[in-house]
């Protein structure tokens, strides 16, 4: 979507497909980080954008048996928001629909699944989606798999994933908060345990770490077994664990994390999580995402103006972002093995380790951590122009 709305902010016609007749669901990239706020900024729409319901989270607090610490102080970046703004995805993605309807060049259509690749001479030279209306052929100069970490188009293209495995999945659940609960979005680690808690106003939305595959295990000890080890990690919260009457009220998110190796072929870019699913260590996918449609647009709308994109111009997209992809991948991978990992193996009481002490001991310390999930590597920023 903000690909397509960038392109067509610069004049080239743009068609965004998508499977779903909306953007409703929930617990999606609710984060919007400093990095995306600051194209928010460029872009000129920042100020309309906030005045969307969000709520803003500027620090980052966790709980590690019984040591608290501040792990992240966004007041320090060097951005118009030092915070970041937690919006349901839905929300984000109408609001950036809504501003590419104003331009002429982009049309989004709704309800249109994409299920085949038309290839021709090894070029990706159109799709086939299926629509209410019956099957849609569509000829194109360049095709842009940006359709989520499940992707059809980068299956089809044949594209080469290269799997980082993850030791954890993850369960989400909303419980309702109240005026005289803590304020900050935090993470608690205990014993075998992780909780993270993100203040949503009126409720908070819990990810509970599990252990990768163990949902059937959790499943089979009971939703009794679920809410006590929530009220446990969270006592203010023993009085409202009933809010979770079965297990529909929990979901799964099962962590991936990979990347393509090359992200393109003839006639075809994949960006965001169709080149790169993304950990939730730091909550920055959709970041991400962002920044390579920011890059993705930079790079080819000059050539689109030009004439017709090549394949340099596609290996351009990827070389500019697979350094800040790869990066921030191996932060994540080392986190989920040496500090998920050990947690969730843990059966002794915790102790905040040396790294996490010295946070507490120089607080100044908390900028790096900060500009790491706020900012992320090498920030991209808007070229492109609007046409008139
Ligand atoms: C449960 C969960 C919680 C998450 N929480 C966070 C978070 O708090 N913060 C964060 O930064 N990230 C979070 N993420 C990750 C984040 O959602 C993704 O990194 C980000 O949305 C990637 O954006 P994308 O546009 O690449 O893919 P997606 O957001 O997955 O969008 C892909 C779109 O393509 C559509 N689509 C798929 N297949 C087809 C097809 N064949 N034809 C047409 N359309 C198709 C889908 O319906 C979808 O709308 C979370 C992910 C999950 C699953």
Request: glycine share 8%; proline share 6%; hydrophobic share 45%.
């Amino acid at each position: 979507m903000m690909l397509g709305f960038l392109l067509a902010r610069a004049g080239v016609p743009v068609l965004v497909l998508e499977k779903h007749a909306d953007f409703l669901r929930d617990f999606r990239g609710d984060t919007i980080h400093p990095s995306t706020l600051e194209i928010m900024h460029e872009l000129g729409l920042l100020s309309e954008f906030l005045r969307r319901p969000h709520q803003e989270a500027r620090t980052i607090s966790g709980q590690i048996g019984d040591d608290f610490v501040q792990i992240a102080d966004f007041g320090h970046l060097p951005t118009h928001c030092r915070f970041v703004a937690l919006m349901p995805q839905w929300d984000f993605l109408d609001f950036i629909a809504e501003q590419a309807k104003k331009y002429p060049a982009f049309q989004l259509k709704m309800e249109a699944e994409v299920k085949e690749l038309i290839i021709q001479n090894g070029r990706v030279s159109g799709l086939r989606a299926t629509t209410p209306e019956g099957e849609l052929t569509v000829h194109v100069d360049l095709m842009v798999g940006a359709d989520g970490r499940h992707s059809t188009v980068r299956d089809k293209a044949g594209l080469e994933i290269v799997d980082l495995g993850a030791p954890m999945d993850v369960l989400w659940m909303r419980l309702s908060r109240r005026p005289s609960d803590p304020a900050q979005t935090f993470g608690r680690f205990d014993t075998g345990r992780i909780l993270v808690m993100l203040n949503r106003e009126d409720y908070w939305q819990c990810a509970f770490v599990i252990p990768k595959g163990g949902v059937d295990e959790i499943r089979s000890r009971g939703l009794e077994l679920l809410r006590d080890e929530i009220a446990r990690l969270a006592p203010h919260l023993h009085d409202r664990t009933a809010e979770l009457r079965d297990w529909s009220d929990v979901k799964l998110l099962t962590v991936s994390v990979d990347r393509l190796r090359r992200w393109h072929r003839p006639g075809l870019l994949c960006i965001g999580d169709a080149a790169h699913a993304m950990s939730p260590v730091g909550g920055v996918g959709i970041n991400l995402a962002i920044q390579d449609a920011v890059a993705a647009a930079n790079i080819l709308a000059p050539r689109f103006k030009q004439g017709i994109v090549s394949e340099d111009d596609l290996e351009a997209v990827q070389r500019r972002r697979e350094f800040p992809t790869r990066a921030t991948q191996a932060v994540q991978v080392f986190i989920q093995n040496r500090v998920i990992g050990r947690v969730l193996g843990s059966t002794e009481k915790l102790s905040a380790p040396m790294p996490v002490r010295l946070l507490r001991l120089m607080p100044f310390l908390t900028r790096i951590p900060a500009r790491l999930i706020g900012l992320g590597i090498r920030p991209e920023h808007v070229r492109t122009p609007a046409a008139a």
